[in-house]
């Protein structure tokens, strides 16, 4: 028998209600997929901590799904970020995302009392407590790393402090994480690497997002976009089939396990994960808002 693919999703939290509105759809439409964990982002500087929190808060009173907060570092004390993953401890959360974080325009070094890299999070946290950590990884290099070398070199730092996982930047040129996986394996890092899929909601919105976070947008996607700024429909299904497309061919080389990026959308991640085989299940009614 197949081994069943594994998927997991991000959201991040509303800043009003019409967004909230729609986070909330999107958790209803998905949870019954039983995805291995959700996510929920964490503003890089710390800015969006209470929503952040609120809304995790939330999906454990209110589904059953297991969730792990993103959780930065720049710009706070020790104190006040193992204060936040204790007070998650607390209320049950045993995964967590760790990231650096990044404040624009500054120094992205933390505060002096802080942690100063991911790696540095990554081990406080572990002696805080028994998290499942996640930390990122980037196939086409961090903006600030100079090279995949001096990334692969950063995240093997990340591992060693005690992640279990580390998810990627978003890609479309399979080839990237293939590669990236294969060199991942060469400089001893043997978590797994789960790809980070992002189904296009909006083209010019997507070139921007990859434009800040180094990201390349193949020759040959821009031209399937081409000409349907007008035209909502088909850019949905060229969207669909695109993601579709990728996950088949990275498990064709044995990927098994996906990060999507949902944008606080269900309806592509729902039909691709649907074109993966997965399901849904039933889920009380009780279990999400």
């Known amino acids: 028998m197949a081994k069943r693919v594994a998927v997991s999703f991000e959201f991040f939290p509303p800043n009003d209600d019409a967004m909230g509105r729609q986070l909330w759809a999107a958790v209803e439409r998905l949870a019954p997929l039983q995805p291995d964990f959700v996510s929920v982002t964490y503003g890089a500087d710390g800015s969006t901590r209470s929503r952040t ?148 909601t909006r083209f010019p919105q997507l070139v921007r997002f990859a434009d800040r976070c180094g990201a390349s947008v193949p020759d040959w996607l821009t031209r399937r976009f081409d000409g349907l700024e007008g035209d909502a429909e088909t850019r949905r299904m060229i969207a669909a089939h695109v993601a579709i497309e990728q996950v088949q061919r990275l498990r064709q080389h044995g990927v098994e396990e996906f990060h999507f990026y949902t944008l606080n959308r269900a309806e592509l991640t729902y039909a691709i994960c649907h074109a993966m085989g997965l399901r849904p299940q039933p889920v009380a009614e009780a279990q999400v808002a």
């Open 53 to 200: 929190h609120e809304c995790v808060l939330r999906m454990l009173r209110e589904t059953n799904l297991r969730v792990a907060p993103h959780l930065t570092c720049v710009g706070a004390s020790r104190e006040e970020v193992l204060g936040i993953a204790q007070d998650y401890w607390r209320h049950g959360i045993r995964q967590l995302v760790a990231l650096r974080g990044d404040l624009p325009g500054v120094n992205t070094v933390g505060a002096a009392a802080g942690f100063q890299y991911a790696a540095d999070l990554v081990r406080g946290l572990k002696q805080a407590a028994h998290f499942d950590i996640s930390v990122a990884a980037y196939p086409e290099g961090h903006p600030e790393s100079g090279s995949v070398e001096a990334d692969l070199v950063n995240l093997k730092r990340k591992i060693d402090a005690g992640a279990s996982r580390a998810i990627t930047q978003f890609f479309f040129d399979t080839d990237v994480f293939l590669r990236y996986r294969d060199r991942c394996a060469a400089a001893g890092i043997h978590v797994d690497i789960v790809p980070g899929i992002l189904p296009i």
